[in-house]
């Protein structure tokens, strides 16, 4: 089965503290994505990576960074937490798309980062 | 851009049938999702329609898509207690730089009831 993993499940932060959100995928997947969920507006995607070292900026990139050094792992920064930023984030991994009906296409969730922030 | 729609609360009796809808505006999607959340949770696939499909059927799980009103539902049969969660739909658009991005509806909160 794959797995995606968020090291942590609840943080809470302080207002200007810098915020590391870390995910980990185990099926060799070249994208990787970071939402965030809020009640009422589903999912919107922050930024996503194609590959190691390369990033694409989402929907509601501003306040976020990401890192993606390993094609296992990327990262989600908050450089200065903000209120605004208390948030569910998902973290999510697909294989790369083929177009075909493969259930390869299929995109995979982690359990989910409850942040608050302060 | 893109836009998904759904209603935000659906309210069935245990047994009874659900019916979730949703619609959406990106006439390029190629497959339309549907995730599971339950409480605390991240997002269960729980099954998925390619564009040249009209209906999809898995168990308990029917998936119909009305390509030319850009319509889905997902409609629950015998529907239980624990299929108390939130559903959302989601949609993929064709294209090499997608790169297999989704964009989601809010979510329908779908609560069964004895």
């Known amino acids: 089965d794959v797995k995606v993993t968020q090291s942590s499940r609840y943080l809470v932060k302080r207002t200007g503290e810098k915020v590391f959100l870390e995910c980990v995928q185990d099926m060799d997947h070249e994208n990787m994505f970071w939402y965030r969920q809020d009640p009422g507006l589903g999912l919107r995607l922050i930024y996503f990576s194609y590959d190691v070292k390369m990033k694409e900026k989402g929907d509601i990139p501003e306040g976020y960074s990401v890192s993606r050094e390993k094609k296992e792992r990327f990262s989600l920064i908050l450089e200065s937490a903000s209120t605004n930023q208390t948030s569910m984030y998902l973290c999510?991994?697909?294989?790369?798309?083929?177009?075909?009906?493969?259930?390869?296409?299929?995109?995979?969730f982690g359990e989910g980062s409850w942040l608050t922030v302060v | 851009g893109e836009d998904v729609e759904q209603s935000l609360f659906l309210s069935v009796r245990e047994g009874d049938s659900s019916v979730i809808n949703c619609t959406y505006t990106?006439?390029?999607?190629?497959?339309l999702y549907w995730y599971k959340q339950e409480p605390g949770a991240g997002l269960q696939l729980l099954t998925y329609?390619?564009?040249?499909?009209d209906m999809k059927q898995d168990q308990r799980l029917t998936v119909l898509l009305n390509k030319k009103d850009k319509h889905l539902s997902l409609r629950i049969a015998d529907t239980q207690t624990g299929d108390s969660a939130i559903y959302f739909c989601?949609?993929?658009?064709?294209?090499?730089?997608?790169?297999?991005?989704?964009?989601f509806g809010q979510g329908t909160i779908l609560t069964v009831h004895p």
């Open positions: 999510a991994s697909s294989l790369e798309f083929t177009g075909g009906e493969e259930i390869g296409n299929t995109i995979y």
């Open positions: 989601a949609e993929r658009p064709a294209g090499g730089t997608s790169y297999g991005k989704l964009t």
């Open positions: 329609i390619f564009s040249n499909m």
């Open positions: 990106d006439s390029s999607s190629t497959y």
